[in-house]
């Protein structure tokens, strides 16, 4: 158990729908990190928040936004789903905000978009 | 932008054989980190490498990072069915935030 909590396990939707993925990072932890990991791919990064902030960003649509709150949880709103939207979502934490620190994954979000 | 690149893709080895996963960047890196996700499962922290030539053993496992700071790999010595699983690469560019994960290698072990 990383620590690292994420719900719902499995969301399955239609298309054109929107979704909201929780993410509770491990006690601690500043940073959360979210990812994309399609059937049998790599994992996609989307995006990194510190401390509430936005620290980076990957190749994330513009139909996916995300926050971190005050209480450092965080959520990635996935909108006018698409067929190709199906995947696994990972959140992750690490302690700071820099490359150099280790990154703790959650159990992951199985989203299928019907 | 920074890309990392690992191959294989796949490998199958018997059980007993050894197994090398390699990792190239195309930028410098400032570190690098590698990941071991079984199937089914998320994502494991493995070792985190930062120096230029840098060596490091876990038991079986065996991770250097290049003198240039662009490659690593990952070799797993007389391997075991509880090493399968995909293994992913992480790199950090010098001055980034961004974490880039290569494509991973999934390593199939027969009994």
């Known amino acids: 158990d990383s620590g690292v909590t994420q719900t719902p396990k499995h969301l399955i939707t239609a298309t054109g729908q929107r979704v909201t993925l929780r993410c509770s990072p491990r006690s601690g932890d500043l940073s959360v990190y979210w990812y994309q990991q399609s059937l049998d791919q790599g994992l996609q990064f989307l995006i990194q928040?510190?401390?509430?902030?936005?620290?980076a960003k990957g190749n994330i649509l513009e139909r996916f936004s995300a926050q971190q709150f005050p209480d450092l949880h965080s959520e990635l709103n996935l909108s006018s789903l698409e067929l190709g939207d199906s995947a696994l979502y990972f959140c992750?934490?690490?302690?700071?905000?820099?490359?150099?620190?280790?990154?703790?994954f959650g159990p992951g979000t199985r989203l299928t978009v019907t | 932008g920074q890309q990392v690149m690992q191959i294989p893709q796949y490998q199958h080895v018997q059980e007993g054989e050894d197994f090398t996963t390699y990792c190239n960047s195309s930028?410098?890196?400032?570190?690098i980190q590698w990941y071991k996700q079984r199937p089914g499962g998320h994502p494991v922290f493995l070792i985190q490498l930062v120096k230029s030539g840098e060596v490091k053993k876990q038991k079986r496992l065996t991770f250097q990072f290049g003198e240039a700071k662009k490659n690593s790999s990952l070799h797993i010595t007389a391997t075991q069915t509880t090493d399968v699983g995909t293994y992913f690469c992480a790199g950090i560019e010098t001055g980034g935030f961004k974490t880039i994960f290569g494509a991973g290698t999934r390593l199939f072990v027969k009994a």
């Open positions: 930028t410098t890196l400032s570190n």
């Open positions: 928040y510190y401390n509430g902030e936005e620290r």
């Open positions: 992750a934490s690490s302690r700071g905000q820099g490359g150099s620190y280790e990154q703790y």
